[in-house]
């Protein structure tokens, strides 16, 4: 019984080795307020962003936040699925995943563990109401 237990106990082990950290974008996002630039909004004129439901439109994955503009070209892309090759500590930011609405106008954002070697996103066309489904997979 012995025996059994050892091979068992290695094997579970190493599959604790291969965890993988699994992000979802949410299929829509509730605008609930925002606002204007006061300098973009002429003499005579108020803003006005209403509350609305905006749906997910596509995804990236960059260099540091999002504000920053450093979006990571990915290493293979096929169809429907995007894979990017990472170095740990190569970025002093960390590396940050984007769920984008409003054909990117706004993200929901979310930092990857360091230690993270590659990400891949599949993207897949749903009916409406929901347009899109995106599942990032770092390991």
């Known amino acids: ?3 059994l237990a050892l091979p068992i ?4 082990y190493s599959s604790l080795s291969f965890a993988s950290d699994i992000y979802e974008c949410p299929s ?3 605008l609930a307020s925002g ?3 006061p300098e973009d909004v002429p003499a005579g004129y108020e803003s006005r962003v209403l509350s609305s439901v905006t749906r997910l439109s ?8 999002p504000e920053n503009r450093g979006q990571l ?3 293979s892309s ?3 699925v995007a894979t990017w090759a ?3 500590g190569k970025y002093p930011q960390g590396v940050w995943i984007s769920c984008d609405y409003a054909d990117g106008l706004v993200k929901i954002v979310a930092k990857v563990k360091d230690s993270v070697t590659s990400c891949t996103a599949t993207a897949k066309k749903m009916a409406p109401p929901i347009s899109l489904a995106v599942r990032f997979v770092c390991k």
């Open 1 to 3: 019984m012995k025996m």
């Open 9 to 12: 106990i290695g094997l579970l």
């Open 28 to 30: 829509m996002a509730h």
């Open 35 to 37: 606002t204007v630039a």
């Open 58 to 65: 596509g995804y990236n994955l960059y260099d540091g936040p």
């Open 73 to 75: 070209k990915s290493d």
């Open 78 to 80: 096929k169809g429907n």
């Open 86 to 88: 990472l170095t740990p």
